[in-house]
């Protein structure tokens, strides 16, 4: 079946975290409908398994109606499905499986697990079908904090991860530690003023090439719990602002590391915190030629997992 057919679409499916994100996908047409319980969350500081469970359930059967009117078309013209299948909230990552495991069922079509991972990989992909081997990828999310050499779709080699926190997840506790509230990221990208970024956090320093982001996250929380004054607005940004410089050189400079190190065609960075502004930014400015995914397609979301489906099968 390694062809699209004509006013069909592939139907894509991701749910493995905080949002019910649905999209049908074709080669002309993307689209993209994303349900968030991020609201929910909130008050938690961070996601809850359960209630993003629930929500999934909740939201999943009017996310897939409301595409097929945006779309203007029939269940009967779906001619595939992708899905999240790992990796991701187990009871989350479910309810997308059983949905198109049941449609799939009822339709008499094929159902496609990916790799959540391997979709953030290739999501500049998505607005860009240049793809020339081997790349390399860096995957920062709130969960994974990886560097992969792409020799092919079924060669992917693992250069190196964190060994303790994600950097998402150092972006989420520093941002809750300055009020902010959940997800972090965001919050601390809009303060981010590069006028702003004088404090140096004091950190053990790590081994060469190691990955890991623990030691800037305590050095951050114990700057602010020893501040002996109240930390004023000002304050604040003169935090978020140092910390996020801090965070983004230090996984920029193992990028470029890695960079030198291996001889690859281009560059590329998926995952929530490729939404960065300081990130993209800094990217820009490296030697090497760098693609991105698009800001709305840089966190999870279901468009990656149809384009990499529809990659797999050589049809992107
Ligand atoms: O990829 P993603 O949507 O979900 C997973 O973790 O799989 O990434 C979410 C993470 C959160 O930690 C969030 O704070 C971070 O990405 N993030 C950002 C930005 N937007 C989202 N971090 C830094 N700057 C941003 N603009």
Redesign the pocket.
Known sequence: MNILKKNHYFLAIET??D?TSLCLINNDNIFLKTVSSIKQQNEFGGIVPEIAARSHEENINNCFKQLLNEAKINITNIQAIAYTLEP?LKTCLNVGKIFADSLSLLLNIKAYPIN?ITA?MFSYAIDNKHIEYPFLAMV?????TAVFKVNSLIDIEILNQTSDD????V??KV?RKLNLG?????K??MLYDCSRTTITFQKKRSENNSLSFSGLKSAVLNYINNSKHEIDNSKRIEIASSF?KTIIDETLSKLHYYAKLHKVKYITIG???A???Y?RSEISKMAIKTYLPLKKY???NAAMIGVMCLINLGLW
């Not at 920062?140 to 994974?144: A, K, L, M, P, Q």
Request: charged fraction near 15%.
């Open positions: 493995s975290c949002d991701g959540h953030h920062v999310s709130g969960g994974t994600a950097v998402g997840e972006f989420d941002a959940y997800p972090g990221g965001p601390i990208d996020q995952g929530g915190v939404a960065n502004d990130l840089c966190g999870d």
